[in-house]
């Protein structure tokens, strides 16, 4: 919500207002429509805003109510009766979902039994490793000031507006995202891949915007530099998703060490172009594993197998992985450039069947060299912004390396995605000492085995 509501209009004005473009919002994407080539070329991408209203819902009736949520301390005044800005609210609210994320990382790093099971679900694949817990630079800087945008949509919330925003297309590549960034939001190459490390988390939905799975299997809801750890290939567990009556099975290679990884373009046939194109995550793991035991298993080395997590893969988009791989897109979103590309593309995939409605040649629908499904050969992403910084290539490599490498650039840069549209002096900080010395743990523990997640606040 953080970003979204900080986007530029069309005509380049605009910025953080409390108000987002509702063209789309509410929209679902049918199975019966999926798969078939039945959607236009540039229809789904990022999905706009599709998706936010139930977070913005929430976050309005903290906005407007005064006695919301229940069980929390109520105040004689809501924060819009006492004058506050609903886009104020919305930028401290993203971050605090940082705060909360970073620090229901290090839980689990000290403690990772009772997070493995509902309702976190959460597998860390930096477990028992120095490297697990995360240190934060600083304390994140709230600032205030920001003004709303008056919406302008009948019958829809006071936040919906008609004006056309300006989205990054997911299905570019890495200079397409480094060129919308620059433009909307004064971002240079490093900036830029790192406010993407947010993506370590939250999921997708084919049902919003047609891209599905996740970033991060089993562990969207804690902040560390995964996202780049897999972006960059680096050795971390395979969780299965069929893993039995053990949560957070360790699955590795054939000695029982962390696997080799592998990215994977596919398709699936959503639009008449044959895309979205994803990226998806292979790790060479056992073909066979215990599901009964957390033990991490050993094979044979000729039982080694390619393997996606099935059904909660961990994914990049196209504007994602080309910070780190260079390849080329046609108009039509479909990539090209690079060895395992050249029959990737409509002319291979056989069009759709007539009685299927599926794409003809699914066997096409992976890269291929010589036959065989392969990760296609692209060079390193050497572009760099300005010309005179690394690489994102060795960005990237540098924020997989270290998740404090990454939040010492993140901060400051959610900072300045969250002040986008206003000039210097135009926004107040809160007091120094920020968001730090907050400790918010459960009111009740009982809550936590019922899934209710209700936080009582204090400052030591």
């Known amino acids: 919500l953080g970003f979204h509501d900080c986007l530029r209009y069309a005509d380049g004005a605009g910025g953080c207002d409390g108000c987002l473009e509702w063209k789309g919002v509410g929209d679902r994407f049918g199975h019966e429509v999926l798969r078939r080539g039945l959607l236009a070329a540039d229809v789904g991408g990022d999905g706009h805003n599709n998706g936010l209203e139930f977070v913005t819902q929430a976050l309005e009736a903290i906005y407007t109510r005064a006695d919301f949520p229940r069980r929390t301390p109520w105040t004689a005044l809501s924060p819009q009766q006492s004058g506050k800005s609903r886009a104020d609210l919305w930028a401290f609210a993203t971050l605090v979902a940082v705060q909360y ?5 290090n839980q689990v790093c000290a403690d990772p039994e009772p997070h493995r099971h509902w309702p976190w679900g959460q597998c860390h694949p930096r477990e028992g490793l120095e ?32 004006r056309e925003e300006r989205h990054p297309n997911p299905e570019s590549n890495g200079p ?35 891209f599905r799975y996740t970033w991060k299997t089993n562990s969207g809801k804690l902040l560390n530099n995964g996202y780049f750890r897999n972006m960059a290939r680096r050795r971390d567990w395979y969780f299965p998703s069929d893993h039995g009556k053990v949560a957070c099975k360790h699955l590795g290679n054939d000695r ?38 957390i033990v991490v298993d050993t094979c044979p080395e000729a039982d080694l197998i390619w393997r996606f997590v099935n059904g909660i893969d961990e994914t990049m988009l196209p504007c994602e992985i080309g910070l780190f791989v260079h390849f080329n897109v046609s108009a039509t979103g479909i990539p090209f450039g690079c060895q395992g590309f050249e029959k990737f593309n409509m002319e291979h995939w056989g069009g759709f069947d007539p009685a299927t409605g599926f794409i003809r040649n699914h066997w096409n629908r992976w890269t291929k060299i010589n036959g065989r499904r392969v990760e296609p050969l692209c060079p390193s992403q050497t572009l760099a912004e ?72 204090t400052r030591s």
Not at 259 to 272: E, F, N, Q, S, Y
Request: glycine share 8%; proline share 7%.
């Open 101 to 105: 994320s970073l620090d229901l990382n």
């Open 131 to 162: 490297d697990c817990a995360v240190t934060a630079p600083r304390s994140l800087t709230f600032t205030t000031g920001r003004k709303d945008c008056i919406g302008d949509v009948p019958d829809k919330p006071a936040y919906a507006t008609t």
């Open 176 to 210: 397409g995202t480094v060129d919308f960034f620059k433009r909307d939001f004064g971002f240079n190459g490093r900036e830029t891949v790192a406010i993407m490390g947010a993506h370590t988390l939250g999921k997708l939905n084919p049902h919003q915007s047609l």
């Open 256 to 293: 029982g060490e962390r696997p080799l990884a592998r990215w994977m373009p596919h398709v699936r046939g959503d639009k008449v172009t044959g895309g979205p194109v994803q990226w998806l995550q292979e790790k060479l793991v056992c073909r066979r594993w215990n599901k009964t035991s």
């Open 386 to 457: 300005p010309p005179s910084d690394q690489p994102l290539h060795e960005i990237v490599e540098h924020f997989a390396d270290r998740t404090e490498n990454w939040l010492e650039v993140f901060f400051p840069t959610l900072e300045k995605m969250l002040a986008n549209g206003y000039a210097d002096g135009d926004l107040q900080a809160a007091p120094a000492e920020g968001m730090s010395g907050v400790s918010c743990p459960f009111q009740n523990e009982d809550d936590i085995r019922h899934g209710r997640t209700q936080y009582t606040c």
